[in-house]
């Protein structure tokens, strides 16, 4: 993973239309944002980012943070999951 201080960016590439949910955690399993919740988007490629803040607008603390992605179809069958280490330095 890349460190990265004020934000950092999240790129996802759909072959197909998708439901997406995009979501970033702390280690200990906590939910600290939400970027998407099941948002429908067309193929194509969506970059989205994450300032660092937890879903009240508060700065987190540095360390280790997760993000995980869920791409489904239409009709709510997942198609792929993936998650990605993130690295915040103050």
Do not use: C, H
């Not at 949910?21 to 429908?40: K, Q, T, W």
């Amino acid at each position: 993973p890349n460190p990265f201080n004020a934000q950092t960016s999240l790129t996802i590439s759909l072959k197909d239309d998708a439901i997406i949910d995009l979501e970033i955690y702390n280690l200990l399993g906590e939910r600290v944002s939400v970027m998407a919740r099941r948002e429908f988007r067309p193929s194509g490629y969506y970059t989205f980012i994450w300032d660092g803040k937890d879903g009240y607008g508060n700065s987190v603390a540095s360390g280790v943070y997760l993000a995980y992605g869920r791409m489904a179809s239409k009709g709510g069958k997942t198609l792929k999951t993936q998650s990605r280490k993130l690295v915040l330095v103050k």
